[in-house]
């Protein structure tokens, strides 16, 4: 496996601590990827993880395709878990090479919470697929993730598992789905002075703790060894 001595994913994945100082709970682990919760959750009673890939590559595209069906798996295994458990649908996200602006090591988001998701595709789509394209959002249109070999992509799934690759256009803001979703979920004001992770305020971080927990405590222990053998993992 391929490490960064500098990079905090790949010290997580070495049983290290993350930036915060802290253990992040591994909440799935298979051979090539491991599941913690995201710890800059915005979102209150909303289950959200990462999937972060073992090998230390920019971006998911990066990975073999062994790597990339076993990161789908892990997906799949995950909207079933999350919907059982919570009655959430699920939208994952991936903030391709340098779009990300941030963590430069393959992780891909999860967000159990399917109340204002088709406002996220709109926005998605009016300010990344038109201003590339100059057209509105086709339906089913995607492509080949290992077929995008521009540096910024966006890879978005929806709740009904239609899979978009989009290229990014330059002046697409770091954590752009974050934003969306944050401003989706009621919250006001200026999402990268509030809530960015690189620099939150007091108020924020508090959030951020509650709501990794409440990932923490639907998900530690829910994912048998039965399950990770019915997805092959």
Known sequence: MERDGKCFFC??????????????EILLETRNHIVIPEAHNMLDETVYTLTIAKDHVKCMRDLPPEQIDEKKRIESLLRGKIFTLTGREVISFEHGADSAKSVDHAHTHYVGNDGFEREIEQKIFQEIFKKTFGATKPEGWSICLRSVRSEAYLYYRDTDGKEYTLLVPNDVQSQFIRNLLWKSSGEVGDFYQQCNWKNPTPEIVKKFFKNEQFTIDVLKGAITDKDKALFGL
Request: proline share 7%; no cysteine.
């Open 11 to 24: 010290n997580i994945i070495d049983g290290g601590l993350d930036f915060r100082g802290i253990r992040p």
